[in-house]
């Protein structure tokens, strides 16, 4: 059964700290993505990468960075959190072929 | 820029009617069309998709419409079932790029036992 897993379901950080959020996936896919939902504003893309040690920007990756070292794992990181950061963060990882979006439950980050 | 809407936040239907889920596009590069269905606490899951070059998927109870003149695409379910009450996204997806999905806002669908 195909499985994206997310670090933590709920987090709470103070503005300015560090935050990593990680993704792993066990079904050998090439592509994950980091996405945010917003209520009104859907899913927007962050950043994706299409192997490991390459990414891509996204629509809104400004003040977020990303890391791929390993085919399974995709880190999303905030240098330095701030309050309109609190959101829905949601990873997904796709095979080359085909384009179904798989996802993990969502991690929900509120920054105070 | 919102280059996939779903101008509809809401829709309410009764058990067994059919539940009509609109999504209009901007992009006249979209090539490939899915959508989504999200319970809450949960991420994602794909329902059903649909390429440019057809006008008509469906899977079981689901079909999925698309009308690239007026840049429409539509979600039926025939019959609704309450456990079909969810929040559903729709994506599109540019020609030649495999990875830049945009979605749309949602459309939270109830089904009324």
């Known amino acids: 059964d195909v499985k994206v897993t997310q670090s933590s379901r709920y987090l709470v950080k103070r503005t300015g700290e560090k935050v990593f959020l990680e993704c792993v996936q066990d079904m050998d896919h090439e592509n994950m993505f980091w996405y945010r939902q917003d209520p009104g504003l859907g899913l927007r893309l962050i950043y994706f990468s299409y192997d490991v040690k390459m990414k891509e920007k996204g629509d809104i990756p400004e003040g977020y960075s990303v890391s791929r070292e390993k085919k399974e794992r995709f880190s999303l990181i905030l240098e330095s959190a701030s309050t309109n950061q609190t959101s829905m963060y949601l990873c997904a990882s796709r095979p080359t072929s085909g384009y179904e979006q798989y996802f993990g439950p969502g991690t929900r980050l509120t920054v105070t | 820029d919102q280059q996939v809407k779903q101008n509809s936040p809401s829709l309410s239907v009764q058990e067994g009617r059919i539940s009509i889920l609109n999504c209009d596009y901007t992009?006249?590069?979209?090539?490939?069309f899915l959508w989504y269905k999200k319970y809450p606490a949960e991420g994602p899951t794909f329902l059903i998709s649909i390429s440019s070059i057809k006008d008509k998927n469906e899977d079981g109870r689901f079909t999925v419409f698309l009308n690239k003149s007026a840049k429409h695409l539509s979600l039926h379910i025939v019959p609704s079932q309450p456990g079909d009450s969810a929040v559903y996204f729709c994506a599109a997806i540019p020609l030649n790029t495999g990875n830049q999905f945009y979605f749309g806002t949602g459309t939270s669908l109830t089904v009324i036992p």
């Open positions: 992009n006249s590069m979209f090539d490939y």
